[in-house]
């Protein structure tokens, strides 16, 4: 502030807490690497030159107790993803389900539930038109050359209903 007032400028602008001279300044400064190797100094944050060796095992070793704790995080999931595939599988007598979509399984498994909803109410339509074929969840709805029937993971059942019926 006393650098603004040599020059004439204003100071209206400054905050009030900027005005206080007592602040505290006393840090740890951290200079560039290169000052401490032209000082023959030890930068106290300095890591060890020493090459981190990373194997498969010790990767494994690292990382195994966050693998399981996510394992278990995620297996309710699992087991309603493979009872729901079950149940459609036989109930429907498709050859496959699949997910091929970017979205990871928690997507997958709200797919197979609002496809369950949907097949609460049309049981026996979707009976007749999936049974045989392979049932795919992906990015898009239709047809594939494959005579797969894919439906958008994005679409609501409704949109997935009126495409079936076309494909009936």
Known sequence: ????????????????????????????IDWHPSFYTA????????????PIILTLRSWL?????????HQEGVRYIQDDIARLLHKFQTDLGLKAIRFDSVWGIQHF????MSFDRLFKIHTH?????????????????????????VLSSEDVPQTWITMLKSVH
């Open 39 to 50: 000082m023959n100094r030890e930068h106290s944050h300095r890591r060890s030159n020493k």
């Open 109 to 112: 498994r709200g797919c197979l």
């Open 125 to 149: 339509f979707l009976k007749h038109v999936l049974k045989g074929k392979t049932l795919v969840f992906s990015n898009c709805t239709g047809v594939s050359r494959l005579g797969e029937v």
């Open 61 to 69: 070793r690292k990382n195994i107790e966050r693998a399981r704790s």
């Open 1 to 28: 502030m006393k650098i603004l007032n040599c020059f004439g400028l204003s100071d209206a602008h400054v905050t009030p807490e900027s005005h206080d001279d007592n602040q505290n300044t006393n840090r740890p």
